[in-house]
């Protein structure tokens, strides 16, 4: 069993970064997927950007160029950088563990894991 628990949420003004964070505890395989999704109120969940144990990278269109996911294997942690933030970023962020050999890992096959509950996100103008 795996926990997620997200942080780092909160408010920023329209070009401002924020970066959030993911801690995992538990046992955490040595191969691994992990993604970070949002969820806007009355939207569907989108898949934001995904990282393999091996450091491959994936983003959706809509935020590529602006966000960074990135990970610490040491700190068990999963981050996501997130610049020049427009009000369409607004959501809940959350973050997805999938355990185990993805050969192509992307927010879709990470969704399938462990979850955490998510960290808000605002940006206003």
């Known amino acids: 069993q795996v926990q997620l628990v997200e942080s780092g949420g909160g408010s920023v003004q329209v070009g401002g970064s924020l970066r959030i964070s993911c801690a995992a505890s538990?046992?955490?395989?040595?191969?691994?997927?992990v993604g970070w999704f949002r969820q806007a109120p009355g939207k569907e969940r989108e898949g934001v950007a995904a990282?393999?144990?091996?450091?491959?990278?994936t983003y959706a269109d809509s935020v590529k160029g602006r966000f960074t996911i990135s990970k610490d294997s040491g700190k068990r942690t999963l981050y996501l950088q997130m610049d020049s933030l427009q009000p369409e970023d607004t959501a809940m962020y959350y973050c997805?563990?999938?355990?185990?050999?993805?050969?192509?890992?992307?927010?879709?096959?990470?969704?399938?894991?462990?979850w955490g509950q998510g960290t808000q996100v605002t940006v206003s103008s």
């Open positions: 997805a563990y999938r355990e185990g050999y993805v050969s192509n890992c992307n927010p879709a096959s990470a969704s399938v894991g462990f």
């Open positions: 538990g046992y955490i395989y040595n191969t691994y997927c």
């Open positions: 990282i393999s144990s091996e450091g491959i990278t």
